[in-house]
């Protein structure tokens, strides 16, 4: 369960395959690995199960792809996204 992850040891924490499973799980786990914020395949894991995973996405609330992968999970995630895509008409359309 990804919500474990908070609570586990240190190792199991770092290592990315637990991690993987972990926001596959529940994507919002990756609020709680900050190690792994710059990981584009941990967090796009993240955001296909929980789009609110977005807010989480460090450096990657601007990308594209994986805030168009957030709002197919959950619509609402396009708040979390960049400013930048904010702007782009085709995105928000």
């Known amino acids: 369960d990804g919500r474990a992850l908070s609570a586990a040891a240190v190792e199991c924490?770092?290592?990315r395959g637990l991690v993987l499973e972990a926001v596959k799980s529940?994507?919002?786990a990756l609020q709680f690995r900050d190690a792994f914020?710059?990981?584009r395949g941990v967090v796009l894991q993240a955001v296909r199960a929980d789009?609110?995973?977005l807010q989480?996405?460090?450096e990657f609330v601007g990308d594209r792809e994986l805030a168009l992968e957030a709002?197919?999970?959950d619509s609402r995630?396009?708040?979390f996204?960049?400013?930048a895509l904010w702007r782009d008409r085709a995105f928000v359309l």
Do not use: E
């Open 81 to 83: 996204a960049a400013d």
């Open 37 to 39: 914020r710059g990981d």
């Open 71 to 73: 709002m197919r999970s």
């Open 13 to 15: 924490q770092l290592d």
């Open 51 to 53: 789009g609110r995973a």
């Open 26 to 28: 529940n994507g919002l």
């Open 77 to 79: 995630a396009l708040r």
């Open 56 to 58: 989480y996405a460090g």
